[in-house]
Structure formats: structure tokens, C-alpha cells
């Protein structure tokens, strides 16, 4: 167990539709980080949070977004969902602002999103 | 820009051979940061290693190690005497300033170990 909880593991839905995935970072991280891992894009980063603050920006579509809250657990909207978002989206969490030697992103088991 | 190459997708070894997975990174920073992570079947990303810029020294965890070589920009990982618990795909990583300090997959190698 990597300390960093994220729900739903599985989500099956169809296209057009609206879907939210959670994430609780490891005690005592301020950073929340979301990759999503796709068959033919490899892991995309697609946006960091820290302290409740959007701190980086990746390659996150226009129909994505997210937010961290006071007790820095995230979340990640999809909507308006495609079959291409089929993939599995992974929340890791940092302690500090950026990943280095010292802050090094603990990711968690991911949730794989099914779009019919 | 930076940028992490695997160029290999897919090694596949019989249990007890020495298996070495190739990094190539690209970065225009001065002080980075390269990573290894491995992904098991189950499909959760677990994190090996660390490695700065400034430190060119080798490092040995067990039966895992790692060659790194800023003059060829390489970050390799070797798996002496593989298991079949090996069997993963593996990530290597980069972060520096010029990205943002964005973390950079490369596209993974999966390793087979046949017992």
C-alpha cells in the first residue's frame, strides 16, 4: 500500500458522459499529481496541485478538470467523455512543490476509466 | 524541452539471465533528476530509484542496479540473475526546470521473465 488512495479502481461508461476520480495523497503531501496512461500516449502528465493551488499544467484537454480541497484530497472531471479517454488515470502525491531528489511522487494503484 | 527514450519495448528472458533496460534522456537543464519506476501486472506504479544530476556514481539495491552516464545521457538499470517476480513493464523518468519541473515518462520496457 503506497499511502495514496484513489476510487473508483474500475468505471465503465458511455460516451457523452460525466465522470469524477478521487484521490487522497499520502499523509503529510502537499503535492497531487495526475498521469493518464493510454495505450498509444505512454503516461501524460495532465496537471499538478499543491497546497489547493494549480501549480503545472500538462497535456489536460479542455473537457478535463480538477481541483485539490482544504484537506488536499483531488479530484479529476471528465466530462463530455470520448472513447479515446478510455485509459487508466494514476494520482501520485509529493511532499514538496516539485519532483526531485528529495521529493520523489509515490503513485497510487490508478482508476481505469472504460468508456463504451 | 525534455524528452526520455526507451528504445526497448519488449526484452524477454528465462529466469536467473541478467537483463539491462536502456534510458536515454535529453534536457537542456544543468541540475535534473532521473527515476525508475516499475509497473507489475497488477498495474500500480512503484518507485525504484532516484538519481541527481551532480551524482555519477553507480548504485547497487540487491540483485537491481543502475549505470549512470551524463556523457552519454544514459541511465541504465540492470536486473542480475531475473525472477519471474520481475516480470513488469519499467519506467525510466526525468524532471528539471526547463519542463517545468514536470516528471517525463519514457514509454517503458516490459520485461518477461520465463521461468
Known amino acids: 500500500d503506497s499511502g495514496v488512495t484513489q476510487t473508483p479502481k474500475h468505471l465503465i461508461t458511455a460516451t457523452g458522459q460525466r465522470v469524477t476520480l478521487r484521490c487522497s495523497p499520502r499523509?503529510?503531501?502537499?503535492?497531487v499529481y495526475w498521469y493518464q496512461q493510454s495505450l498509444d500516449q505512454g503516461l501524460q502528465f495532465l496537471i499538478q496541485y499543491y497546497n489547493g493551488e494549480e501549480r503545472a499544467k500538462g497535456n489536460i484537454l479542455e473537457r478535463f478538470s480538477a481541483q485539490q480541497f482544504p484537506d488536499l484530497h483531488s479530484e479529476l472531471n471528465l466530462s463530455s467523455l470520448e472513447l479515446g479517454d478510455s485509459a487508466l488515470y494514476f494520482c501520485?502525491?509529493?511532499?514538496?512543490?516539485?519532483?526531485?531528489?528529495?521529493?520523489?511522487?509515490?503513485f497510487g494503484a490508478g482508476s481505469r476509466l472504460t468508456v463504451l | 524541452a525534455q524528452k526520455v527514450t526507451q528504445a526497448q519495448t519488449e526484452i524477454s528472458v528465462v529466469e536467473k539471465e541478467d537483463v539491462t533496460l536502456d534510458c536515454v534522456y535529453e534536457t537542456r537543464d544543468t541540475t535534473y533528476y532521473l527515476f525508475w519506476y516499475k509497473q507489475p501486472p497488477s498495474g500500480e506504479l512503484v518507485f525504484l530509484i532516484r538519481r541527481n544530476s551532480f551524482d555519477e556514481q553507480n548504485e547497487i539495491s540487491g540483485r537491481y542496479s543502475w549505470n549512470f552516464q551524463k556523457s552519454t545521457s544514459s541511465f541504465n538499470f540492470t536486473i542480475t540473475a531475473s525472477q519471474v517476480v520481475d516480470s513488469a513493464v519499467y519506467f525510466c523518468a526525468l524532471s528539471g526546470e526547463a519542463a517545468g519541473n514536470k516528471l517525463t515518462f519514457g514509454g517503458g520496457t516490459r520485461v518477461l521473465v520465463k521461468p
Open positions: 499523509s503529510g503531501d502537499l503535492s
Open positions: 501520485a502525491s509529493s511532499p514538496g512543490l516539485a519532483p526531485s531528489g528529495a521529493n520523489v511522487l509515490t
